[in-house]
């Protein structure tokens, strides 16, 4: 909404903006104590074991314990084949090119290159996630130990012990996220949509009996909308669940935080409200609490048409918006159900893929490559050209920065310096000179520790604007002081590993974020047209009358869609902190397009649900009258979304006369073939086929009626 991102912007940059700012970012919420404590208990554990046994290599394991506890929190069992497979195919990789390169210093160099490009290329194209940045951290991590001068058995058994300590930390933080999952069980996604839909609930219920929210609940309320879901949105993307499911709650994390933004802005809005008033928010409180119980117990609702109609009351205008988004939480349950409904059956006998469909078409996985690869490549030169081997930090503080990256903007930029030069100068070196002197164990140093972990879990759990800074800071600090099992004497270790970080930082700055790169608000808007171009190109499929080939096409389709909407979202959420003179023109777009951006997600939903009678899988056939009509429907949905793209182009095109003919002819075929039908199964098809294409036209409708 407008207000909150008047609210966000770093434009009014006083001192009482700041401690705003500050007081807002820093300010507990809801789980986030318990995010906080996981996240160092992990690196603890590790970091105690790790000094206690003297463990190499200690600083990465304590540093991916603290990274993957925030990242990927409830890892299961699972995960443990792909971790500790990633790793080893990682060791063997290094130790294959050691064995074939290591006496051909110019060939070893194109090896390192190739190696760079294929660890960042695998990062951005691989299926697997989790197993893309275990294998891509293990190479960056031996690939300076091959170029120290060491006899060949220590440089052999330094790379063991990488496998062995990193792999080790993982094994650690999996075990972690257990115990924690055995003590709060539960779907911790699922819990967040639950969390901001009992927020929203309970607003409104004040307002149903003419009372103010309590002070805590609108807190929490703001404090969500400020959080936003960006958190959740990665946790899903990451996660094994299936297709269905993961789009399924993509579509629910994007409509539960549109419901926040919205009511976090009724404050500013209130008004008395009078009876008729009154019973609509009474009814939205019910609603919701359908929605809540359902999303818990994994069921569907009682299906509820979207009409995106809802007379609008002068008094709280956003109340027809809330009402809308509600509509649509009912429309993605029902249209979804308990996510078998619309999971098509496979093309085919396939494997598991170990890159994702469009690793060899789509060209953003190789410019990711290359983008990565030459930032990397220059901190590798840099260093060897320099002979100094302390700030060989630089390549791994470039793979870091890709990993958490969502974009390229000013924002992440100034907080990965300022994060580095705080827990790099302002903490590691300080507490060298004044702190650990006076230590003499690892108890002593483990209070350290703790307190600045805990430090940088609490701002790294904090909301896009300052999460980074809390990752930067721990990188920093950890490099430095788990390097070696001593305390240092002299400040050059600490420069070393802090001009390190900033040289990895500064090529990424220098190579990374401006190849390829546009500004945030014209990527947002071309990307969001792509998507709209993708989500019109489903609604034409099958294009071919070979069904294993229609499936195939499909599922591509699909994947691609959900990965254009994450890239929107994360677009957007940079957009605040790009400046320029279009930033106002670009702010007022971000504004829209997260209004949109939901609508969309939830015709995707419907799509999917509708797509089994379009194929006329076994069991969904439908009356031919009724399958010609559903095409013609279909086509002219497609049409209306090209348009829509068009509009956002500048050009004018308009085919909403068609699109309510073809919908017009959609229902009389519908209702001809009812009775022919009887009481048969494809009766009760029609029942359930009907509202899901009313849902769908009154999307479009909605949406194109918004966009023009």
């Known amino acids: 909404m407008a207000t909150l991102a008047s609210t966000a912007s770093p434009a009014d940059a006083t001192p009482g903006w700041f401690r705003q700012f500050l007081k807002e970012e820093f300010a507990p919420y809801r789980g986030r104590l318990a995010l906080v404590f996981r996240m160092v208990s992990a690196a603890t554990v590790v970091m105690i074991l790790t000094m206690t046994f003297r463990l190499p290599y200690g600083a ?8 993957i506890s925030r990242e990927s929190p409830r890892i299961t069992l699972s995960a443990v084949k792909t971790i500790v497979t990633a790793f080893l195919l990682g060791g063997a990789y290094v130790l294959a090119g050691a064995i074939f390169f290591v006496n051909e210093p110019i060939v070893r160099f194109f090896w390192v290159i190739a190696s760079l490009f294929l660890v960042f290329y695998s990062l951005s194209a691989m299926s697997d996630y989790v197993a893309a940045a275990r294998f891509g951290y293990l190479v960056i991590i031996a690939i300076p130990l091959w170029d120290r001068h060491l006899p060949a058995n220590d440089r052999v058994e330094g790379t063991l012990w990488v496998v062995g300590t990193v792999g080790f930390a993982s094994l650690i933080t999996l075990l972690m996220e257990l115990a924690f999952a055995s003590l709060i069980p539960g779907d911790e996604v699922t819990r967040a949509i639950d969390e901001r839909l009992e927020c929203v609930s309970a607003t409104l219920a004040s307002y149903s009996d003419d009372l103010s929210p309590p002070g805590a609940a609108a807190r929490h309320l703001t404090r969500l909308a400020l959080v936003g879901t960006s958190r959740l949105r990665r946790t899903v993307a990451r996660s094994n669940r299936p297709p269905p499911d ?4 993509n579509a629910l994390v994007a409509l539960a935080g549109r419901l926040v933004d919205i009511a976090a802005n009724l404050p500013h809005v209130r008004a008395a409200l009078d009876e008729p008033s009154r019973n609509r928010v009474r009814s939205l409180v ?11 117990h994994k069921g569907s609702p009682p299906p509820r048409e979207f009409t995106g109609e809802s007379a609008p009351i002068e008094s709280v205008p956003l109340l027809g918006e809330m009402e809308t988004t509600v509509s649509q939480l009912f429309a993605v349950l029902a249209g979804s159900g308990s996510g078998t409904f619309y999971a098509l059956p496979s093309s085919g006998k396939e494997p598991s893929r170990l890159f994702v469909s469009d690793a060899l078409t789509n060209p953003e996985h190789l410019q990711f490559g290359l983008k990565g690869c030459l930032a990397a490549s220059l901190a590798y030169v840099a260093y060897n050209g320099l002979f100094w081997p302390g700030i060989s930090t630089a390549v791994t503080t470039c793979f870091l920065t890709a990993l958490s990256s969502v974009g390229a903007s000013h924002q992440k930029q100034i907080l990965r310096f300022a994060g580095t030069l705080v827990g790099g100068f302002g903490i590691g070196m300080l507490s060298q000179i004044f702190i650990l002197p006076s230590i003499d164990s690892i108890a002593g140093f483990t209070v350290l520790f703790v307190a ?7 701002i790294a759990t904090s909301s896009s604007r300052l999460s980074y800074f809390g990752v930067q800071l721990a990188i920093a600090f950890c490099l430095i002081n788990l390097t070696e099992f001593q305390f240092q004497t002299s400040l050059a270790v600490a420069r070393d590993r802090v001009v390190g970080v900033l040289l990895g930082l500064a090529t990424m700055w220098l190579a990374f974020d401006p190849l390829w790169a546009a500004p945030g608000g014209v990527e947002m808007k071309r990307t969001f047209v792509s998507s709209l171009r993708l989500l019109a190109q489903s609604a034409r499929e099958p294009v ?7 499936l195939a096409a499909i599922a591509s389709l699909r994947e ?5 909407f994450g890239k929107v979202r994360s677009l957007a959420d940079g957009v605040l902190f790009e400046f320029g003179p279009t930033r106002r023109d670009d702010l007022a777009l971000r504004v829209q397009i997260r209004r949109w951006q939901p609508q969309l997600r939830t015709f995707f939903v419907m799509r999917n649900a509708l797509i089994r009678y379009r194929l006329q899988l076994p069991g969904f056939e439908l009356p031919q009258a009724v399958h010609e009509a559903q095409q013609e429907f279909d086509r002219q949905s497609a049409r209306m979304l090209d348009n829509m793209a068009d509009r956002l182009e500048g050009k004018t095109s308009d085919a909403a006369e068609d699109f309510r ?5 959609l229902q009389e075929a519908v209702r001809t073939s009812g009775p022919e039908a009887g009481q048969t199964e494809m009766a009760a098809h029609l029942e359930t086929f009907l509202p899901l294409c009313r849902m769908t036209a009154s999307l479009v409708r909605g949406l194109d009626a918004e966009i023009v």
């Open 286 to 296: 019910r609603n919701i609490a359908i929605i809540r119980s359902a999303i818990k």
């Open 60 to 67: 990465y394991g304590v540093i991916y314990a603290l990274t």
């Open 246 to 249: 993961r789009e399924q709650m």
């Open 661 to 665: 003919r073809a919908f017009e002819r």
């Open 544 to 550: 071919t009358t070979d069904r294993q080939t229609a």
């Open 560 to 564: 691609k869609i959900d990965k254009g």
């Open 452 to 458: 600045v972990i805990a430090l940088s879990a609490w």
